[in-house]
């Protein structure tokens, strides 16, 4: 047989192995985003010579300790085809621009995400806050803008009442706080002062803390909406680029009542829904141990198919939440590697792995990304 046929042979026994080697990564499923990775586009290389195989993903949510799971299924995935092969995996996270899909996007921010519940007392504050640090611990930028005008609680939460450093004569910087750039009025006012303001005023204040800040580069800015559907969660719907929202309920009728409210309210400004969070979903007693459902059960799930939408994440009604928030130091920064945190940020990678699934489905596709060496 002649030189040309030997080689011909062995490019077309690679090409084979290659090939072979892509469909197994590209069958591998993100439990993150429930699709394989050829469903979302993650996989940007898969290039084996033959001694080597590099594989390199991209992914559209920051995937934080799963990123270790992805690379080690992608290395069985390479092994059941050629066990030869030394494996090069890279995980790489690039964010979306949900945002600029709905509107023009707001300087220094990719995505703004509101966290909404239409009525108050079910935990929607202690959710956006501790959302958006698990989204940090996950290796996105993140802020945090506390959209509640006449109660704000974020600074209490965050432990800071440190005054917003001014840039210009126009805008200011951030509060730096837990590793999140946040805002709020009560960086502003005195944190016993009531806001006796109309309407009108209390949106001017929130367009005002929204576009007059600073926002450095950030993937994600959480909203933490007010409670209702009136000025503020039409004007901030209407007027600012929000690449979608989620909707933080407690599991009982009372609560889903207000949920479908807000999911509504945001249907018809075309603002997406990214899926709901049930809240308070269980009691485990510090005691004995014993599991009850206080507020009842499958709330969370039942709104979430009528509306076609996910359930993002079930949290737990539980006193260290409480009194981590009461401290100034939220769950997910005090313990980052407890199993509290851990509940968050699951649901905190389900949320930023649906907005990127919503965005690819807006634009048809996923971004062309090139990683060069």
């Known amino acids: 047989m002649s030189l040309m046929g030997l080689f011909g042979k062995k490019r ?25 990775l050829a469903d979302s586009g993650a996989i940007e290389r898969v290039e084996c010579s033959d001694k080597v195989c590099r594989i390199d993903i991209v992914l559209d949510y920051p995937a934080g300790d799963w990123e270790a799971e992805l690379t080690g299924r992608v290395c069985e995935a390479i092994a059941a085809v050629d066990d030869s092969l030394e494996p090069e995996v890279t995980v790489a996270f690039v964010a979306p621009e949900g945002s600029a899909m709905h509107g023009k996007p707001l ?57 917003p450093r001014q840039v210009d004569d126009n805008s200011m910087a951030p509060v730096e706080a837990q590793g999140l750039q946040t805002m709020s009025i009560g960086y502003l006012v005195d944190e016993e002062s009531a806001m006796v303001w109309r309407g009108p005023m209390v949106t001017s204040a929130l367009m005002q803390l929204l576009n007059d800040t600073r926002w450095d580069g950030l993937d994600y800015l959480i909203v933490d909406m007010p409670p209702g559907t009136g000025d503020v969660q039409l004007t901030l719907a209407q007027k600012v680029p929000v690449a979608g929202s989620v909707i933080v309920t407690t599991p009982q009728d009372i609560a889903l009542l207000d949920a479908r409210k807000a999911i509504n309210m945001f249907r018809k400004v075309s603002v997406p829904i990214l899926g709901v969070i049930e809240n308070m979903a269980t009691h485990v007693c510090s005691n004995c141990g014993h599991v009850e459902a206080i507020f009842g059960e499958g709330g969370g799930q039942r709104i979430a198919e009528q509306y076609d939408t996910e359930l993002l994440g079930q949290l737990p009604l539980n006193l260290q939440i409480r009194e981590d928030l009461d401290a100034g130091t939220p769950t997910v920064a005090r313990d980052p590697d407890g199993a509290l945190a851990a509940t968050y940020r699951q649901a905190a990678r389900r949320l930023a792995a649906s907005l990127g699934r919503a965005v690819r489905a807006e634009s048809g596709g996923a971004p062309e990304i090139v990683i060069e060496e």
């Open 12 to 36: 077309n026994a690679n090409d084979d192995r290659n090939a072979q080697i892509r469909g197994a990564v590209e069958a591998i499923h993100d439990p993150n985003n429930d699709q394989t």
């Open 107 to 163: 300087p220094g921010v990719k995505n703004i995400i509101a966290v909404a519940s239409g009525k108050g007392g079910v935990g929607k504050s202690s959710t956006s806050v501790n959302l958006a640090l698990a989204l940090a611990a996950d290796g996105a930028r993140v802020g945090l803008l506390d959209a509640d005008i006449y109660g704000p609680s974020q600074p209490r939460m965050l432990g800071t009442s440190e005054k």
